[in-house]
């Protein structure tokens, strides 16, 4: 276990390593001078001589790298051109526990959904449930995630008028302490704005918990164990839940774990519906403005938090699983 | 089912110009924000320009934009799938580890961060596509070649001395070309998306050529009075997707059928 352990920690470092490159890369397949085409058409050509040096461009290639992973490693991300020159950690440290309350709801959502779904599907393979639950899952794997965001929006905010269009509330551990005080309402409130963005980013992880339970369910009650439980007398919940379920849910934690991934991925699109003022909105503000050094560290930042989750969701499946063996 | 309605929509985005008696450029402000009616069956959008028209039109932009990229996908994850799966050895170790870098990117972060190169344009979204999917073939493409590679006629052919290249494009391609069809049947639906989602963030397909992602951050900003601008191309996005996801599962039933009776 613990070899197995090192030799996927040793595997990322060259993942994190190909990582830096290509985010590192991205400054340089901009057509042209990046210098000059973030000082836009006026510039002289000593502005743009002056911001290629600050930039560091006018230095080899390799230097660059090896400057950029140096200063990553320390983490230190380079200060943003257009936000008037925040450090880039700074900027990400302000936006990312907005995108991180997000994923976890969402996830929370989607797995508190998709689980009792998937069992139920499989339980009663071909009822009425299973053929709409799976027909639902069909559409919803064909839905953009912005175009659910805005039917949700006409929905529960222009129709219905139940909760808020756009923003954050207080963030949730403080509304918690708040509502330890004797004060739900900033708690009521955070929960109303994070209702319709939980509930967008939520679909697609839903949609593949529920397929994935139900095939994994309906594996397990076909074997024998299964069998031979039901032939003790034990009561169908207790076969279901803690005979089938058990062995079901180790490939629904694989998916779980890759979701978070995907789930990173559409909250940058979320929150730009939704205003929810996370790391994606960031990015997005980032790229129509070419702010380059917050392009590159929110897109590091993000694709480092999604490996450390694959590493540890290889090593809760090792752990979880005896039976697997690991060299 | 997927098919029909793939090829229905293949159909419209064809003869785009012809299925609709309106200019989909052509403004008519007296008639702006009109629900759908009979002359205008999806309604009009803020400049009383006709939907329909729009999203017949829009579905030229979606399906170019998205097939372009698979076909990119296709072409740079099948050529590094059929060399790391033939030459193995550290041909594949490298190939395997750029993958993995690949995969450490969700996939709308990497297109997102393709395009803040790039520069948002049509194009740049193709190739943003093209990057973010190839891994997913060169995977696929890997695998069935070593499942073939030491298969008597490959051998065969290499003592007698033809060459790597022939051997790869001649007698391996052959035999990996049913899942990649697959693949990239499945991942239209997923090219489509992100087309989509790129043009509605406006990296995408630019205005004023009338991409159903444009239409819907358009729509966004007159929910209120015109709910169906923001209905009406996300039906469009969807059952085009869903076209292509049938489509998919039916050609790898298909080919799957295919293998059971050989």
Known sequence: MLRYVLRRLAQMVVVLFGISLLVFGLLHLVPGDPAALLLGQQATAQDIARLRHVMGLDRPVWYQFVQY???????????????????????????????????????????????????LCAVRQYSLIDVVSMAVTQIGVSMPVFWLGMLFILLFSLQLRWLPTFGRGMPLPAAFLAMLEGNGAPLVDSLRHLAMPAMTLALSAVVLITRMVRSAMLEVLGQDYVRTARSKGLTARAVTYRHALRN?????????????????????????????????????????????????????????????????VDVAYAWLDPRIHYG | MGGGLAVLIGLIAVFAPWVTPYDPFQMAMA?????????????????????????????????????????????????????????????????????DVFLAFPVILLALALIAAL?????????????????????????????????????????????????????????VLAPVIVLATLGMGGAIVIESTLSFLGLGVQPPAPSWGWSLALGMRYMRQAPHLAVVPGVAIMLTVLAFNLLGDGVRDLTDARGRTR
């Open chain 1, 69 to 119: 992973v140096a200063r990553a490693a320390r983490g230190d991300l380079g200060t943003s051109i257009f936000l008037g020159g925040q450090r880039v950690t700074v900027l990400i440290g302000a936006h990312l526990p907005a995108t991180a309350e997000l994923a976890f709801a969402a996830m929370a959502l989607a797995v508190a959904v998709g689980v009792p779904v998937g069992v």
């Open chain 1, 248 to 312: 079901a849910v180790l490939p629904v934690i694989t998916i779980v774990g890759l979701q978070v991934g995907a789930l990173l991925g559409g909250a940058v699109v979320t929150e730009t519906i939704f205003a929810w003022p996370g790391l994606g909105q960031l990015l997005i503000n980032a790229i129509s403005q070419r702010d380059f050094p917050v392009v590159q560290g929110a897109t590091l930042v993000i694709a480092l938090v999604f490996s450390v989750i694959n590493l540890a």
């Open chain 2, 119 to 175: 520069g948002p344009s049509p194009i740049n979204a193709m190739i943003a596509i093209g990057l973010v999917y190839w891994t997913t073939y060169a995977r696929v493409v890997r695998v069935s070649v070593l499942a073939v590679r030491h298969e008597e006629y490959v051998l065969a052919a290499h003592a007698v001395g033809v060459p790597d290249a022939r051997i790869l494009i001649r007698h391996l391609l052959p035999n």
């Open chain 2, 31 to 99: 008639q702006r924000l009109e629900p759908p009616s009979i002359p205008h069956p999806l309604g009009t959008d803020m400049f009383g320009r006709d939907l329909w028209a729009r999203m017949a039109l829009g579905a030229r932009y979606s399906l170019v934009v998205a097939f372009l990229g698979v076909a990119i996908a296709s072409v740079i994850g099948v050529s590094v799938g059929l060399l790391a799966g033939y030459y193995g050895g550290w041909v594949d170790t490298i190939v395997s580890r750029v993958v």
